[in-house]
T-cell receptor
Framework: NAGVMQNPRHLVRRRGQEARLRCSPM?????VYWYRQLPEEGLKFMVY????????ESGMPKERFSAEFPKEGPSILRIQQVVRGDSAAYFC?????????????FGPGTRLTVT | KQEVTQIPAALSVPEGENLVLNCSFT??????LQWFRQDPGKGLTSLLL?????REQTSGRLNASLDKSSGRSTLYIAASQPGDSATYLC????????????FGKGITLSVRP
């Protein structure tokens, strides 16, 4: 019974390149949340998705960032034209539902370094 | 807008001490509060989850309390050990749908042998 999986665990990109981060939720979970942890900061919400739908993207930067959760396959967080300020740990969490009664389970994170 | 504060940002104690980590939040309309542990470069490990109707939760040497009306929670660690060294994050969750977590910045604990 695998937990939430994220890959890659570490990703190095040069400025201007694209970064793709993947999140496979726990079996049976159809709700995914992405959080970002900047250096010396707590985790901050970015986006909440259900299968094929973006429910809340209020925490996403307006430009260069996008997320999807297709019917088949993992959720993808995509960052275009990365800049040094995008260097952070990106965590996803999955749950069986979006209501507060459903606990979120976190993956190990992807650490993005932009050089 | 919910804000979660954890002070101090860092704490160093000798082994064996009992200690209390504090967490405060501005909006008392929460569904639950959760304490996590994060080791350097690692993911989050859930330690304790307290529902808004509960006053405390215990797991081994850990005890978390919640005073929703005053917007405060404490994590009590008994007989601290060097292996407890980590960053401790608290997070609150509002009631209802689309229920995302709001985290504090964490307290980095160092337990000296």
């Amino acid at each position: 019974n695998a937990g939430v999986m994220q890959n890659p665990r570490h990703l190095v990109r040069r400025r201007g390149q694209e970064a793709r981060l993947r999140c496979s939720p726990m079996k049976g979970h159809s709700h995914v949340y992405w959080y970002r942890q900047l250096p010396e900061e707590g985790l901050k919400f970015m986006v909440y998705l259900q299968k094929e739908n973006i429910i809340d993207e209020s925490g996403m930067p307006k430009e260069r960032f996008s997320a999807e959760f297709p019917k088949e396959g993992p959720s993808i967080l995509r960052i275009q034209q990365v800049v040094r300020g995008d260097s952070a740990a990106y965590f996803c969490a999955s749950s069986a539902g979006g209501w507060s009664s459903y606990e979120q389970y976190f993956g190990p994170g992807t650490r993005l370094t932009v050089t | 807008k919910q804000e979660v504060t954890q002070i101090p940002a860092a704490l160093s104690v000798p082994e064996g001490e009992n200690l209390v980590l504090n967490c405060s939040f501005t909006d008392s309309a929460i569904y639950n509060l959760q304490w996590f542990r994060q080791d350097p470069g690692k993911g989050l490990t859930s330690l304790l989850l307290i529902q808004s109707s509960q006053r405390e939760q215990t797991s081994g040497r850990l005890n978390a309390s919640l005073d929703k009306s005053s917007g405060r929670s404490t994590l009590y660690i008994a007989a601290s050990q060097p292996g407890d060294s980590a960053t401790y994050l608290c997070a609150v969750r509002p009631p209802g749908a689309n229920s995302k977590l709001t985290f504090g910045k964490g307290i980095t604990l160092s337990v000296r042998p």
